[in-house]
């Protein structure tokens, strides 16, 4: 683990050093009218160029006038050949006045970008935006307190199916003990309950509304027209591939040919739930989606592989089934928790580099707070881990020379522990990385 320390803080260095490249959430780069536009006319539409194409979403533009009456005629559309650009018909015969515009644009990381601007026809007085009656533009509180829980959840759901992997590697024991099955049940079942909760949930979040509007089947419409919507489907149908996969992959007796048959179907299931996390958070905000996306991948996949097998690891220290030799099992899980955290530095690091603006949002963001925070919560999950390679270590080297019941149990009650500690750590860095991924990295 030492070896780990040294690349976080060489790749910590990187970053402070590095000047990332500008990454953001979609954005007004012009408008028709502009904002504060005086017209001898009212147009027959408004017209929005954005800084990146995120197709139609229908009611994305709103007009309405000083009462708040809606204005505006017709779904929206795309104008011109220009695919940044969409608008809304108004309709026809408006008399003289201000008008407000209402915007509520989903980027493509799945987060609302809303706002307004306002223009006038006619000579009467120009209303700015900020003294026009307008709809409320702000997410309820409980709306987007409810969508962070509900995306930690889902972290923990897959952290739990990521135990699959130490089953399947290091303890195939484990494949008959019936409370390793249940947390991989639970792992599955839990992704399935918070992709259905943040389907429901994203209507409300991007339109501003309170959580009575989880029953809006228009919002649920629009959810469904939206990528974000449709990747949220296809992890509720990679998830519920691993469900059916999981029975027969953890048959004791499964021949060999079919075993094979059922990890790669559990690998291609998985690669699609973590792709579906990947594709809807701040990575495809990047210019160079790619890099990002693959990153995070790496990252999230990283993570799973080792706090899945933390926690199952922890449940078998705890609970040991009688006459099991757990320190090979420890040792063998050791190398492969040693990959995941060189791979979980480097990704982050280049998510880092990637995704935040500037190196001064480290200290001037609360996006750039929390991830010091979630570095912080990494290099003292690495400083424990080190304590658990040393107890494994020591396990495994003492137990043979002095041949004592007492140096085993002592050795393992320090495992026991530290690999405790480990799991708690694991939660609450996974609850930085759900607020992470509903906070701007540029504010």
């Known amino acids: 683990m030492k070896r780990a320390l040294a690349l976080l803080a060489l790749l910590a260095g990187w970053l402070l050093f590095s000047a990332p490249p500008a990454s953001a959430h979609v954005e007004i780069v012009s408008s028709a009218p502009g904002d504060g536009a005086r017209l001898s006319a009212a147009p027959s539409l408004v017209s929005v160029t954005l800084s990146e194409n995120i197709g139609i979403q229908p009611g994305a533009i709103k007009v309405v006038d ?16 220009v695919p940044e650009q969409v608008a809304v018909r108004l309709k ?14 989903v980027s493509a990381d799945s987060h609302p970008v809303r706002g307004t601007f306002a223009f006038v026809v006619g000579t009467g007085p120009l209303v700015t935006s900020a003294g026009a009656v307008s709809a409320a533009t702000g997410t309820d509180p409980a709306v987007s307190t409810l969508s962070t829980a509900v995306r ?35 792992g599955a079942g839990l992704v399935a309950v918070t992709t259905v909760a943040a389907f429901v949930l994203q209507g409300p979040y991007a339109a501003g509304r309170n959580l009575e509007a989880v029953f809006d089947t228009g919002l649920l419409a629009d959810t469904w027209r939206v990528a974000y919507g449709k990747l949220l489907l296809l992890r509720l149908a990679g998830v519920g591939a691993l469900a059916v996969l999981l029975p027969g992959l953890l048959r004791p007796r499964l021949p060999d ?3 094979s048959r059922y990890e790669n179907l559990a690998i291609v299931s998985g690669f699609v739930v973590l792709l579906t996390f990947s594709a809807t958070g701040h990575p495809v905000t990047d210019p160079i989606m790619f890099v990002s996306v693959t990153a995070d991948l790496v990252h999230f996949g990283a993570i799973a592989l080792w706090a899945g097998g933390l926690t199952q690891l922890a449940l078998a220290l705890y609970r040991p089934a009688g006459g099991e030799d757990l320190r090979p099992v420890a040792a063998r899980f050791s190398r492969i928790a040693a ?22 949002t480290l200290w001037s963001t609360g996006f750039g707070l929390l991830v010091l925070l979630k570095i912080a919560g990494f290099a003292l999950l690495l400083a424990v881990a080190s304590r658990s390679r040393r107890a494994v270590q020591q396990s495994l080297t003492e137990a043979p020379a002095e041949g004592t019941t007492k140096t085993v149990a002592t050795s393992l009650q320090r495992l026991r522990l530290a690999v405790g500690v480990e799991v708690l750590l694991s939660v609450v860095v996974l609850a930085l990385a759900a607020l992470l991924t509903v906070t701007p990295p540029g504010g």
């Open 339 to 360: 990959g995941s955290v060189q791979a979980i530095a480097i990704s982050g690091v280049v998510l880092a580099l990637r995704i935040m603006p500037s190196l001064s």
């Open 152 to 186: 930690w959840l889902a972290y923990l759901g897959v952290v739990l199916l990521g135990g699959l992997a130490f089953v399947v590697l290091c303890r195939p024991a484990a494949r008959t003990d019936s409370r390793a099955r249940r947390l991989l049940n639970w």
């Open 66 to 81: 000083l009462g708040g009456r809606q204005v505006d005629s017709g779904p929206v559309f795309q104008p011109g050949d």
């Open 257 to 259: 040919r079919l075993r």
């Open 92 to 105: 026809p015969g408006l008399p003289d006045g201000s008008y407000l515009v209402e915007y509520a644009f």
